[in-house]
């Protein structure tokens, strides 16, 4: 159990649907990361927040829609996806952005794209 | 962006055996650590290093932190069933984090 808790573990969705991704962290941290793991590829940084405000956007396409009402939310919305997002989406959070904060993992959803 | 070399990509080893990873980045790191990933889970961090040369043991683990700053490796002594899992090599430079693919080790009782 590290802290960071995320729902749902598993989701099926059609290319037409509309979903969200939920984080919570219960360990006083100010920043929250979204990542995407592919298999046999390294993790994939997509968004960063920092005291609620995004300080990172890696270049991810417009379907996946980040919102962080606060420093222990985290959600990712997620509408018009494609098979190859299929991934583990994991969540994590770490006390702020500055270098040397160690990043604590949720154990992540796994997305299926139909 | 930079990415970390991590290898061997898997590993299939005997109960009781010793078994050693590394990473390399052709960047220097401030901080090096080391993840493991069982399946159906996130990572759950086992080591960090914050000093070049640092050694640092966590039970039968134990990880370096190059005194390049390019490279870390992590050993595990006397395999155990439960060391199944992904092993991932994370580099931290301000606030820029990179992983490595990660190492898939496999553990014969």
């Known amino acids: 159990e590290t802290g960071v808790t995320q729902t749902p573990r598993h989701l099926v969705m059609g290319m037409t649907n509309k979903k969200s991704l939920k984080c919570e962290q219960h360990?006083?941290?100010?920043?929250m990361y979204w990542y995407k793991q592919s298999a046999k590829k390294p993790l994939e940084l997509m968004f960063v927040y920092n005291f609620k405000e995004q300080t990172e956007n890696n270049s991810v396409p417009s379907r996946f829609s980040p919102e962080c009402p606060n420093s222990s939310h985290l959600f990712l919305h997620l509408h018009t996806l494609q098979p190859e997002d299929s991934a583990l989406y994991l969540c994590a959070s770490s006390q702020d952005t500055a270098g040397a904060e160690t990043q604590y993992f949720g154990p992540g959803t796994r997305l299926l794209v139909l | 962006g930079q990415q970390l070399n991590q290898s061997p990509q898997s590993m299939f080893i005997q109960e009781g055996e010793d078994v050693s990873m590394n990473c390399t980045s052709s960047?220097?790191?401030?901080?090096w650590l080391w993840y493991k990933q069982d399946p159906g889970e996130g990572p759950v961090l086992l080591i960090a290093?914050?000093?070049?040369?640092e050694l640092t043991s966590n039970g039968r683990l134990t990880a370096q932190f190059g005194i390049t700053r390019k490279d870390s490796f992590l050993n595990i002594s006397a395999s155990i069933p439960s060391d199944v899992g992904i092993y991932f090599c994370a580099g931290q430079q301000d606030n820029d984090m990179r992983f490595g693919a990660g190492t898939r080790l496999t553990v014969k009782p």
């Open positions: 960047s220097i790191f401030n901080t």
């Open positions: 360990l006083g941290h100010n920043a």
């Open positions: 290093l914050y000093k070049a040369g």
